[in-house]
Each structure stands twice: as C-alpha cells, then as structure tokens.
C-alpha cells in the first residue's frame, strides 16, 4: 500500500520534516511541539488525539483526515480513504 500524500487541503503546501506543530496548552494541550503527521495529529506527549490542524503556511483550520490524499488506485473500494478524499463542508 502507498503512503498518502500530504498537503493542506485550502492551500496545498506540503508539510516539510522540519514543520512542527505545539500541543497548545491553552487549549488543554501540553504544551509538546512535534510534526503532527509523524502520529497522525497524535501528542506524544499527552496522547491527545488532535482532530483539526492548522495550515502553517495559510493559517487555515481543517480537520486533520482531509490533509491525507490517497492515490486513486488506493482509494476505490475503501470507505474510509474515499472519506478523506471529500473536500471539507466548512
């Protein structure tokens, strides 16, 4: 199975490896810093299951599943990857 590719579904920039995210702690997070796609918007830190992430590059919020594009071969016949594969309704 291929690995999806990732990119911010309002703008397309793609993660770099040096990109990092912050379990923001005044949204009850711990305040760890990592790269969200390493864990799936996973916190190592605290567990916390982040469910929207922010685009670094145009400060957009969209939910963390929409920044992982399957290719075509890999999405017919799975639910879940067709799922992700919807543009956001907000």
Request: with cysteine; hydrophobic share 25%; glycine share 8%.
């Amino acid at each position: 199975m291929k690995e999806p590719d990732i990119y911010c579904p309002h703008c397309a920039w793609r993660p770099l490896s040096t990109s990092r995210w912050l379990c923001s702690r005044h949204m009850g997070g711990c305040g760890t810093v990592w790269n969200t796609f390493w864990t799936g918007g996973v916190c190592p830190g605290c567990a916390y299951r982040w469910e929207i992430t922010i685009c670094l590059s145009c400060k957009q919020f969209a939910l963390h599943k929409d920044w992982y594009h399957w290719p075509e071969s890999e999405s017919r016949g799975s639910e879940r990857t067709r799922e992700t594969e919807q543009p956001s309704s907000g």
